[in-house]
């Protein structure tokens, strides 16, 4: 582990919870590691593109996308420590409500810390930008 992912693995344990409540529907769970101040942002071509504010916004937003979702994951596949930053790579494998089609999908998001929770949770479709946002190298 780098000397950077050794100095955020409190952070990085705190994001890989994030996903496992998720993945679970327990969308409470997940907020506990967010600041109350928190912000989401969820870019334009995403399906709640947007930005929300504060834990309830966030806990409403994440509830309702994780709502659409009869079965599948969110997986994360790699964790990159940059700073007071978690680039976490993702793989997406669900099945909507009502479908009988999965999507599949690779992406990143960028979880900023302070005082060991998120201030900021931002996504992005392109790993290559998420690196580039938080100033980190894959």
């Given amino acids: 582990m780098s000397n950077s992912a050794n100095a955020?693995?409190?952070?990085?344990?705190?994001?890989?919870?994030?996903?496992?409540?998720i993945n679970r529907n327990d969308i409470p769970a997940a907020m506990a590691f967010f600041d109350p101040d928190?912000?989401?942002?969820e870019p334009p071509g995403f399906?709640?593109?947007?930005t929300y504010r504060g834990h309830a916004a966030i806990?409403?937003?994440?509830?309702?996308?994780?709502?659409?979702?009869?079965?599948?994951?969110?997986?994360?596949?790699?964790?990159i420590a940059a700073g007071d930053k978690v680039v976490v790579?993702?793989?997406?494998?669900?099945?909507?409500?009502?479908?009988?089609d999965?999507?599949?999908?690779?992406?990143?998001?960028?979880?900023?810390f302070?005082?060991?929770?998120?201030?900021e949770f931002r996504t992005f479709g392109e790993r290559e930008d998420a690196l580039n946002w938080a100033g980190a190298k894959a």
């Fill in 89 to 100: 790579f993702l793989y997406v494998h669900v099945r909507l409500h009502g479908h009988t």
């Fill in 59 to 79: 806990l409403a937003h994440i509830a309702a996308g994780r709502g659409t979702w009869a079965e599948g994951t969110c997986e994360p596949e790699q964790f």
């Fill in 38 to 41: 928190a912000v989401r942002v």
């Fill in 47 to 50: 399906p709640s593109a947007g």
């Fill in 114 to 119: 302070r005082h060991g929770k998120v201030i």
């Fill in 8 to 21: 955020m693995a409190a952070e990085i344990e705190a994001a890989a919870k994030i996903y496992q409540a």
């Fill in 102 to 112: 999965w999507i599949d999908g690779r992406f990143a998001d960028v979880c900023t």
